[in-house]
T-cell receptor, first 114, second 113 residues
Framework: ETGVTQTPRHLVMGMTNKKSLKCEQH?????MYWYKQSAKKPLELMFV???????ENNSVPSRFSPECPNSSHLFLHLHTLQPEDSALYLC?????????????FGQGTRLTVV | GQQLNQSPQSMFIQEGEDVSMNCTSS?????WLWYKQDPGEGPVLLIA?????ELTSNGRLTAQFGITRKDSFLNISASIPSDVGIYFC?????????????FGQGTTLQVKP
């Protein structure tokens, strides 16, 4: 069982669809993150949840809606996306104790918006 | 937004050669991390650095936290074909308390057998 599991691995959706990405971590961490990875761009942080509370939202459009029901699960709800939202969406988790910030990533969901 | 300058962007080397890549920032960081990403997978943590001047090894990999706290480098010795992938540096700025990591643009490594 891997530390951070994302489902689905691949998703193709139309611009009018509603879908959700799921992330589950089995590492006992207390913080979870969503990152977007587009071609030829650095990883972009989208959302940070610490102790199930959203602590950062990096000016992400409202068509992306995160949900963190508990410390092990994180969702990213998608609706009315645009083709430029096609990217690899990565979930990560970390144990926020002191200054340590080692983030462990899932395998990602490859999203294509058509 | 804040970015790390990672170089080189890509490298094509012969198996057995040593590799060096680095990251620089205009801000002071309290954490430097190095990740490797294989195609279609998420980044995997290779080395974590938390103190200025710290030098840490993980097998054939060695990374250092620069004395100025504004840079870090990663060396790979005696490269092998499975070293192929994209290497990312990531850091956390001094004063950040949200766990936010800033990533470099990545170094794509190709190894010729």
């Amino acid at each position: 069982e891997t530390g951070v599991t994302q489902t689905p691995r691949h998703l193709v959706m139309g611009m009018t669809n509603k879908k959700s990405l799921k992330c589950e971590q089995h590492l006992g961490h207390n913080a979870m993150y969503w990152y977007k990875q587009s071609a030829k761009k650095p990883l972009e942080l989208m959302f940070v949840y610490s102790l199930e509370e959203r602590v950062e939202n990096n000016s992400v459009p409202s068509r992306f809606s995160p949900e963190c029901p508990n410390s092990s699960h994180l969702f990213l709800h998608l609706h009315t996306l645009q083709p430029e939202d096609s990217a690899l969406y990565l979930c990560a988790s970390s144990q926020r104790t002191g200054m340590n910030t080692e983030a462990f990533f899932g395998q990602g969901t490859r999203l294509t918006v058509v | 937004g804040q970015q790390l300058n990672q170089s080189p962007q890509s490298m094509f080397i012969q198996e057995g050669e040593d590799v060096s890549m680095n990251c620089t920032s205009s801000s002071i960081f309290n954490t430097w991390l190095w990740y490797k990403q294989d195609p279609g997978e998420g980044p995997v943590l290779l080395i974590a650095l938390y103190k200025a001047g710290e030098l840490t090894s993980n097998g054939r990999l060695t990374a250092q936290f620069g004395i100025t706290r504004k840079d870090s480098f990663l060396n790979i010795s005696a490269s092998i074909p499975s070293d192929v992938g994209i290497y990312f540096c990531a850091g956390q700025r001094i004063g950040s308390n949200t766990g936010k990591l800033i990533f470099g643009q990545g170094t794509t490594l190709q190894v010729k057998p």
